[in-house]
Nanobody
Framework: QVQLVESGGGLVQPGGSLRLSCAASRSIFSSNSNAMGWYRQAPGKQRELVARISSVGVTQYADLVKGRFAISRDNTKYTVYLQMNSLKPEDTAVYYC?????????WGQGTQVTVSS
């Protein structure tokens, strides 16, 4: 069974940092071609790409988070991370982990990130 379990969300003040984790099933990481990503959805807005990383570590970021966020993966722990620094109120959203493996897209349940003073 394929699973993605996010953790690490919470309430943080502007300028603060959070690290999100996404624990994935071994079957995803063992796929010859897989990509992992983080998306977010704010109230009343569409879900948008934040960052993604390929199976060989090539990364891509949304313009709004470049220089502040960093995505990484640990293939030995089947986990993807999103380090978020210099957080802004507009970063407030539910953050979702996404995995694409063997042509199939999988989603986690989401974790809330709230940036507020």
């Amino acid at each position: 069974q394929v699973q993605l379990v996010e953790s690490g969300g919470g309430l943080v003040q502007p300028g603060g940092s959070l690290r999100l984790s996404c624990a994935a099933s071994r079957s995803i990481f063992s796929s010859n071609s897989n990509a992992m990503g983080w998306y977010r959805q704010a109230p009343g807005k569409q879900r948008e790409l934040v960052a993604r990383i390929s199976s060989v570590g090539v990364t891509q970021y949304a313009d709004l988070v470049k220089g502040r966020f960093a995505i990484s993966r640990d293939n030995t722990k089947y986990t993807v991370y999103l380090q978020m620094n210099s957080l802004k109120p507009e970063d407030t959203a539910v953050y979702y982990c996404n995995a694409i493996a063997t042509g199939t897209s999988y989603w986690g349940q989401g974790t809330q990130v709230t940036v507020s003073s």
